[in-house]
């Protein structure tokens, strides 16, 4: 039984040498590094900018109608408060109801907005993955990565990659 310990600590030993070992030479084959902000190139290419002036053009009158149903809302709530006896109950009583169909509207907006904005930006997404690719092959990356705690500038490429997709 100790013999089997003392040979299960000489793998583990032996396993962490090659490790250590092994990680500068991970490192070494690294030779270019490059940095993608994902985030800044989905807000500031062309195309994410269109996308955007899309939806708030196709979005608009929805929100428009629910802004204007928000100030109907607000002068019935004016009038109610003025209001006295059964005026004033039934004056309520349609508030509510405008109140109700209102958070409706919006909730359908938002969701409908979500969808769409989720299926335009899966077409950007495709392009800046198919820019970054060839990008890194062109000129000789051999890592790229995004979404990291902290990097060092000299390895952030994301303003090539939002010239290249702004050609």
């Not at 690294?30 to 500031?44: A, P, S, T």
């Not at 996308?51 to 809302?73: G, N, T, V, Y």
């Not at 989720?118 to 990565?145: H, P, S, T, W």
């Amino acid at each position: 039984m100790i013999k089997r310990k003392s040979q299960m600590k000489q793998w583990a030993a032996a396993l962490a040498a090659a490790a250590c070992l092994a990680a500068p030479a991970v490192a070494e084959s690294v030779r270019k590094l490059g940095f993608i902000d994902v985030d800044r190139v989905y807000r500031e290419s062309k195309q994410a900018q269109s996308i955007q002036a899309k939806l708030d053009e196709e979005f608009a009158p929805r929100q428009k109608r629910l802004e204007q149903m928000q100030q109907e809302a607000a002068g019935l709530e004016r009038k109610a408060a003025a209001a006295k006896g059964k005026a004033r109950d039934g004056m309520l009583a349609d508030l509510q109801r405008r109140n109700q169909t209102l958070r409706s509207e919006q909730a359908k907006l938002a969701e409908d907005y979500d969808l769409r904005r989720n299926e335009e930006f899966a077409a950007l997404q495709r392009n800046a993955d198919r820019v970054m690719i060839d990008l890194a092959k062109k000129e000789g990356y051999d890592l790229i990565v995004h979404d990291v705690i902290f990097i060092n500038a000299k390895f952030d490429i994301t303003n090539k990659v939002i010239r290249e997709m702004n050609r």
